[in-house]
């Protein structure tokens, strides 16, 4: 169950990270999205690392909540 619950904060955690990069980066044009690298390691870089803290958070609180 705790592989589900993992799972099941990841995703969400990675659509919260999703919504973060939208709203961060809607001034950005398209073009200067793909050519600048920087931004492309910057944000792609967060969104990872929100849906992993959401995974990790998700399966703390199944232990020690639920569990």
Known sequence: ???????VGFVLGFALG???LSIKLKDKTNEE???NKNLWWA???L???I???CSISSVY???HILG
């Open 1 to 7: 169950m705790v592989y589900a619950v993992a799972i």
């Open 18 to 20: 999703l919504f973060i």
């Open 33 to 35: 999205l793909l050519k």
């Open 43 to 45: 944000y792609g870089t």
């Open 47 to 49: 969104n990872w690392i």
């Open 51 to 53: 849906a992993i803290i």
């Open 61 to 63: 609180l199944y232990k």
